[in-house]
Antibody, heavy 121, light 105 residues
Framework: EVQLVESGGGLVQPGGSLRLSCAAS????????MHWVRQAPGKGLEWVSG????????HYADSVKGRFTVSRDNAKESLFLQINSLRGEDTALYYC??????????????WGRGTLVTVSS | DIQMTQSPSTLSASVGDTVTITCRAS??????LAWYQQKPGKAPSLLIY???NLESGVPSRFSGSGSGTEFTLTISSLQPDDVATYYC???????FGQGTRVEIK
């Protein structure tokens, strides 16, 4: 089955860290760029980060630059997001999404169900 | 950064109506634009890519048009299953519009 399954979310205190994971299956993972997109409760979609097929390029939204790090392990067909220095405004459902291209970002044709990150003391 | 503005924020229409959602970019994105549908409690799914190309499996009542800075998503003959929030996204810098919620009157 073609799918993306996120994990690693949870409740964390402000200033804390988490590592989110996304396990891919059913397609050739290393043929595609991958992304993280988040959605705060009751709000719209916000693109967070992207990574090309070979990790040659990574990109970040200004709101997370310097605090979040995207990576991937093609052998394990997995995408990761290391999130540090967490703030209340990082509270959101974090989606993993598959691009339709490998080295340049286009549109996203497969999404996971998301993993919830809650930042609160 | 490129800003994407959708209108309206919410629309209410009757089953069978034709509805149109507009997305405007703060500068030209050529045809590098996609539309996504997000049903309540679900992940988004791709509807339209490259401004006017229908994703495989998406009903033909959905269509997209536009280029440059102005784009439209049209749903002809609105169905109850179309109740959702719709987002445009430009893929120069990957920002989304704020979303348009579609309801049945």
């Amino acid at each position: 089955e073609v799918q993306l399954v996120e994990s690693g979310g949870g409740l964390v205190q402000p200033g804390g860290s988490l590592r989110l994971s996304c396990a891919a299956s059913g397609f050739t993972f290393d043929d595609y760029a991958m992304h993280w997109v988040r959605q705060a409760p009751g709000k719209g979609l916000e693109w967070v980060s992207g990574i090309t097929w070979n990790s040659g390029e990574t990109h970040y939204a200004d709101s997370v630059k310097g605090r979040f790090t995207v990576s991937r392990d093609n052998a394990k067909e997995s995408l990761f997001l290391q999130i540090n220095s967490l703030r209340g405004e990082d509270t959101a459902l974090y989606y993993c999404a598959k691009d339709t291209n490998s080295g340049t970002y286009y549109h996203f044709d497969l999404w996971g169900r998301g993993t919830l990150v809650t930042v609160s003391s | 950064d490129i800003q994407m503005t959708q209108s309206p924020s919410t629309l209410s229409a009757s089953v069978g109506d034709t509805v149109t959602i507009t997305c405007r970019a703060s500068r030209s994105v050529r045809t590098w634009l996609a539309w996504y549908q997000q049903k309540p409690g679900k992940a988004p799914s791709l509807l339209i890519y490259q401004a006017s190309n229908l994703e495989s499996g998406v009903p033909s009542r959905f269509s997209g048009s536009g280029s440059g800075t102005e784009f439209t998503l049209t749903i002809s003959s609105l169905q109850p299953d179309d109740v959702a929030t719709y987002y445009c996204q430009q893929y120069n810098t990957w920002t989304f519009g704020q979303g348009t919620r579609v309801e049945i009157k």
